[in-house]
């Protein structure tokens, strides 16, 4: 394998060999340290090894698929993830999208498309890994802390409550932002760190499923409130310096 200048690791996930090895043989060229593998199995083997910082996983693999896998990386990594799926598979990008991949790119994969996709999205990628070593890993507002290193949502009790990773994602931009009006294309801009056709109403079907874990009254929230025509305002103390959460800490302790 040659030396690289990036410094980047990108897995290539396909189960196609022509593929994997085009791919691997172009990224390479462009100056990143590449890894293939066929299914979800060898890429574990992978990332026990090194560290990857972006992975182009073909949606269609054999045993635990795309969808699955994806879901599985985000749970545990802020890593980049770009889906590469059938020009028929919408459908399959939106769940992939919502499971917390990036991005997609339709085969037969066009390079001159792929690259630029690839570099911003790792720009990306090392932007939010800066931003969240300097912020604190533990934000609270009412009754719930917020875990962003475990991606934990824990209630007034110590229970967790279930968040998919989409919610998680969206939860804790609009708690690290409280106070302020968050439009829907930049809670998508923020949760998703893709620049492809919004989604308006997929940011709604989620603060719906987040206001009825988290508010008292989904039908009348106090802490997600609805800016009409503009987005959505998190009207909850988010910190450490909420009463309630330092209540809280002090009697579960």
């Keep these: 394998m040659q030396r690289t200048k990036s410094g980047e690791r990108i897995a290539v996930v396909d189960d196609d060999p022509s593929i994997r090895e085009t791919l691997e043989g172009f990224l390479e060229s462009e100056g990143y340290e590449i890894d293939c593998a066929a299914d979800a199995d060898e890429l574990d083997r992978v990332m026990r090894m090194k560290p990857v910082d972006l992975v182009l996983l073909d949606i269609r693999?054999?045993?635990?698929?795309?969808?699955?896998?994806?879901?599985?990386?985000?749970?545990?990594?802020?890593?980049?993830?770009?889906?590469?799926?059938?020009?028929?598979?919408?459908?399959?990008r939106i769940l992939?999208?919502?499971?917390?991949?990036?991005?997609?790119?339709?085969?037969?994969?066009?390079?001159?498309?792929?690259?630029?996709?690839?570099?911003?999205?790792?720009?990306?990628?090392?932007?939010?890994?800066?931003?969240?070593?300097?912020?604190?890993?533990?934000?609270?507002?009412?009754?719930?802390?917020?875990?962003?290193?475990?991606?934990?949502?824990?209630?007034g009790g110590g229970r967790t409550v279930p968040l998919t990773t989409a919610e998680f994602n969206l939860l804790a931009v609009l708690v690290r932002n409280a106070g302020q009006v968050m439009s829907r294309e930049r809670l998508i801009s923020a949760t998703r760190r893709r620049r492809f056709e919004s989604m308006d109403r997929t940011i709604d079907t989620l603060v719906r499923?987040?206001?009825?874990?988290?508010?008292?009254?989904?039908?009348?929230?106090?802490?997600?409130?609805?800016?009409?025509?503009?987005g959505y305002l998190f009207a909850g103390s988010a910190g450490d310096d909420d009463k309630e959460a330092r209540t809280y800490r002090s009697t579960s302790r």
Excluded: C, W
């Design 209 to 230: 499923r987040l206001r009825r874990k988290i508010e008292t009254d989904p039908d009348n929230p106090h802490l997600i409130k609805t800016v009409h025509g503009t």
């Design 61 to 92: 693999l054999p045993g635990r698929d795309g969808l699955s896998l994806t879901r599985e990386l985000r749970a545990k990594s802020e890593m980049g993830i770009i889906l590469i799926t059938g020009r028929n598979d919408k459908v399959d």
């Design 96 to 155: 992939g999208l919502e499971y917390g991949a990036d991005d997609y790119i339709a085969k037969p994969v066009d390079e001159r498309e792929l690259l630029p996709r690839v570099r911003n999205l790792l720009r990306r990628v090392g932007h939010s890994h800066s931003a969240s070593l300097s912020a604190s890993s533990t934000l609270s507002f009412g009754q719930f802390l917020l875990d962003t290193r475990s991606r934990i949502l824990s209630d």
